[in-house]
């Protein structure tokens, strides 16, 4: 598949003229969803979840799919009857010729006085994890982790520690809209070949619009 980095938490999976895209929020490219089979999106913040990108793509084509948790879902599914579909924990569908399973329940928790949303990982092909806004584990190995490196909700050694626990392959940055460029090389220099690769994986930055074949 073609991977290609879009802004912040979103990313595009392209296989034979086909294509998927997660969590095209609003920090994310406005034409993000666009052009997209189907799109999953794992949670309600407004930075993986943007309805505006959404409905573009679903009036664009009344051919795309949104796979989604309920809280997402409920405010789309009245004006697209059929086409959103509402997944959880343990369930597994076919997208955009890709297959996909559905991990993890809730959002990490940000402060304790804020109150936790849902939220979902999607395992795509059993090659490619996105966890969402949570350090969800997979619950088998994979070759590429999208690693969120930077949030509200986490710390750098959290983020190590997951790399490490996880053991992919290749640790692909994502949720990384709210960093400057000295902040990319922070983390840059931590988790990649020039420092001391904490995580144990290859770590790769790509900037949006950036692409690789996995």
């Known amino acids: 598949m073609e991977f290609t980095k879009q802004g912040h938490s979103s990313v595009r999976l392209t296989r034979g003229g086909r294509s998927l895209?997660?969590?095209p929020g609003a920090f994310s490219e406005p034409e993000a969803a666009l052009g997209a089979e189907a799109v999953l999106v794992t949670h309600e913040h407004p930075d993986h979840f943007d309805e505006g990108?959404?409905?573009a793509a679903l009036d664009a084509d009344p051919a795309v799919t949104i796979w989604t948790l309920r809280s997402v879902a409920d405010q789309l599914s009245a004006a697209y009857p059929?086409?959103?579909?509402?997944v959880g924990n343990g369930d597994t569908f076919e997208a955009a010729g890709f297959s996909?399973?559905?991990h993890g329940?809730?959002?990490a928790v940000i402060h304790p006085d804020i109150p936790r949303v849902t939220n979902i990982g999607f395992l795509?092909?059993?090659?490619?994890?996105?966890?969402?806004?949570a350090l969800t584990l997979p619950g088998r190995p994979v070759a590429n982790l999208?690693?969120?490196?930077?949030a509200p909700w986490n710390k750098f050694s959290e983020v190590v520690d997951y790399v490490r626990e996880v053991a992919p392959a290749r640790a692909l940055a994502v949720h990384d809209g709210l960093l400057?460029?000295?902040?990319?090389?922070?983390y840059t220099r931590q988790l990649g070949p020039a420092g001391p690769g904490l995580g144990g994986a290859e770590y790769t930055r790509l900037t949006p619009g950036g692409t690789l074949t996995l």
């Open 21 to 23: 895209v997660i969590d």
């Open 53 to 55: 990108r959404l409905r």
């Open 82 to 86: 059929g086409r959103v579909r509402t």
């Open 100 to 102: 996909v399973e559905v």
């Open 105 to 107: 329940e809730l959002h």
């Open 124 to 133: 795509v092909d059993g090659a490619l994890f996105h966890p969402g806004d």
């Open 146 to 150: 999208l690693l969120p490196v930077h």
């Open 180 to 186: 400057a460029e000295p902040g990319h090389a922070v």
